[in-house]
């Protein structure tokens, strides 16, 4: 999943690798560069690329739904402890009192 969000070859921005990150920094420097309104096509860049994270969400959600409890079940099995991911709210609440200690 992590692949589709961002590049992961070695090399960074050298391989031109481009996935969801990289296509959205593209689009916003793009829009941020020029002072008028964004072009119909930038908008319409923007609902794409939501599509695309919308999807990858999905599948995150898919996997955590039914493989996750499966590796969680294993896991209480050897004593060990659970994978419980972040919550969107918990993470946005954890970085907002990162930046404001700063």
Do not use: C
């Amino acid at each position: 999943m992590r692949k589709k969000i961002v590049a992961t070859t070695e090399g960074g921005a050298i391989t031109g690798e481009e996935r969801i990150r990289e296509k959205t920094t593209q689009l916003y420097g793009a829009i941020d560069e020029y002072e008028g309104r964004p072009a119909d096509y930038q908008v319409a860049r923007i609902d794409s690329l939501k599509h695309e994270l919308d999807d990858v969400t999905s599948a995150f959600n898919a996997f955590a739904a039914k493989e996750l409890v499966e590796v969680n079940a294993s896991l209480a099995r050897k004593n060990m402890g659970s994978i419980h991911p972040i919550t969107r709210e918990d993470w946005e609440k954890a970085n907002s009192e990162e930046d404001a200690g700063k």
